[in-house]
């Protein structure tokens, strides 16, 4: 009975805010009467769609429905209204727009609010100005011990499948080492990730992705008060909870530190801090906590809330977007032998005698295997679409978007379009990243780091990242596998997965 009046409840006030969101974007209707898309229906928008389909089923929903209506089209997710966009000048106009620097609403489940990837504008404009130095090269240069140190583990935690017959996913062991990665270079302590302790982070973090999936298609799930009712919220908080253990523990040790900042907060220092690091200290590994913890004190921007929520944005986001784009080049290394073996004679090449130490200047000489992560990212982006949110009317090419409608930017499209691409935009092929096919083509058409002011701020550390441990995996093993391109089944769990997952053999070289 207590359930029943609870029901009706819910569903009387999820009624309420439907109609009263509906009343309050009566200016949405012009546009999405514009444009074409699927049928909504009442409450629930066109999120029937989605209902009832797994994961690799809502991807293909979404291709089919961007491939039937033409850019920009338009689709009602309960009483809010997004536009698809994936053509690239569509594209440019969003990504460099003032108006479009907010990310869309629903960038408020990840929990970081105050963290650059999902912050609201205001926030994230001061914070970029002072974390972009902490992304430089000298700071990225020392980073590069780290890099060696963790790929080294996991070259010997392969060993176990060498030789052997049954294929085994290459991401267990990938994610695991890029998140020790990622904790040594944000937190300064070896954290040991790479056995059962990682496994239980990585799940945790695999695990919370599919909750936040899983709450974007059911509209009704999206107001907080509601969601903070369903058993899903409480195993999502028992997942950051695991996730955010390491970096929780870390800030414990801080605590003097974190009481110093309280005190201090709002009286910056009036030097720059960038000015204040000599060349001598870049040496040693400029660990992220400790920048953050030096520009708290100076700058008086960053409190308590804004250095956890950057530490776990850096977590989160570094951590699995790096994982999934280096298990990809594994798996498309070893469907394409010849271009592995390339990217082998490239490493042989440039770093001679391998003595297990990649160095920083090895790294841009390794323009081929450059060339190869670009290729597996532009096939498979790991963020496939990005939201935005209009704070003023935004005229694009074929309409003005309103105030207040989440923009919707399909980057996986755009990167697999035929007019920038070919005829064979579906196809893995590093050349087309060679210079002379890429002086003609738009900028706006390779977008995995997106662009324009809010682009991914580690992009580089991403790609050092992956550069050293694609060196250690090659001069140490062969990679093959028994599946093909046309075998391999895209599923969106947040973030871009393959379902079948990135299944390879090795043998030593």
């Known amino acids: 009975m207590v359930a029943s009046v609870a029901f009706v409840i819910v569903l009387g006030l999820s009624v309420l805010y439907w109609i009263v969101w509906r009343w309050k974007s009566w200016k949405h209707h012009k546009v999405s009467s514009d444009l074409n898309g699927p049928r909504d229906y009442p409450l629930i928008g066109s999120a029937h769609l989605f209902l009832g389909k797994s994961t690799e089923e809502q991807f293909r929903c979404i291709l089919d ?36 620097l907010e990310k869309a609403d629903v960038y408020r489940f990840f929990q970081c609010e105050t963290g650059l990837f999902s912050a609201p504008a205001s926030i994230w404009r001061v914070h970029r100005k002072h974390l972009s130095p902490c992304f430089n090269a000298k700071i990225l240069a020392s980073f590069v011990e780290i890099f060696n140190a963790k790929s080294a583990i996991v070259v010997d935690q ?34 040991n990730l790479q056995n059962e302790k990682g496994d239980e982070y990585i799940g945790a973090i695999e695990r919370a992705s599919e909750l936040l999936n899983h709450r974007l298609y059911k509209v009704w799930l999206h107001p907080e008060w509601i969601y903070r009712l369903t058993s899903y919220y409480k195993v999502q908080q028992e997942c950051y909870a695991t996730a955010y253990k390491m970096s929780r523990a870390v800030l414990a040790l801080k605590k003097d530190e974190l009481a110093e900042i309280k005190n201090r907060t709002g009286i910056p220092n009036s030097k720059r801090p960038e000015e204040k690091q000599s060349t001598d200290e870049y040496r040693k590994p400029q660990i992220y906590i400790d920048q953050l913890f030096r520009l708290a004190k100076e700058t008086g921007v960053f409190d308590e809330r804004a250095i956890r929520d950057e530490i776990d944005t850096i ?38 005698d391998f003595n297990g130490e990649v160095e920083n200047e090895h790294l841009s000489r390794l323009t081929y295997m450059e060339m190869v992560l670009k290729e597996t990212m532009r096939l498979f982006p790991v963020g496939p679409i990005i939201a935005r949110q209009c704070t003023e009317d935004t005229k694009i090419s074929k309409t003005t978007i309103p105030s207040g409608v989440t923009v919707v930017l399909g980057i996986y499209n755009v990167q697999r379009c035929e007019t920038h691409w070919g005829p064979a935009a579906n196809t893995f092929d590093p050349d087309n990243f060679l210079p002379e096919r890429n002086a ?70």
Not at 65 to 87: A, E, M
Not at 338 to 352: A, F, M, N, P
Not at 467 to 472: D, I, T
Request: hydrophobic letters at 40%; a positive charge; aromatic letters at 8%.
């Open 65 to 100: 429905v961007t491939k039937t209506y033409q850019s920009p089209c338009r689709i009602w997710l309960g009483p809010k209204l997004f536009v698809f966009i994936d053509n690239a000048d569509d594209l440019q106009t969003v990504l460099n727009s003032p108006h479009c």
């Open 440 to 509: 003609h083509r738009h900028p706006y058409c390779f977008l995995p780091f997106s662009a324009g002011p809010r682009n991914c701020i580690g992009y580089k550390y991403g790609l050092m990242s992956m550069k050293v441990m694609l060196c250690h995996l090659l001069t140490s093993y062969r990679f093959t596998t028994d599946l093909t391109m046309e075998q391999l089944v895209l599923k969106l769990d947040i973030t871009l997965k393959i379902a079948n997952k990135h299944m390879v053999r090795i043998v030593r070289r």
């Open 315 to 352: 977590i989160l986001g570094g951590n699995e977007t790096s994982a999934l784009t280096l298990s990809h080049v594994v798996l498309m290394l070893a469907i394409h032998q010849d271009v592995q073996q390339k990217v082998y004679e490239e490493i042989v090449s440039t770093l001679g």
């Open 158 to 191: 392969l060993e176990l499948h060498v030789n052997d017959k049954k294929m085994f996913n290459v991401y267990e062991y990938i994610a695991k080492c890029t998140l020790d990665m990622v904790c040594a270079t944000t937190l300064g302590t070896n954290m």
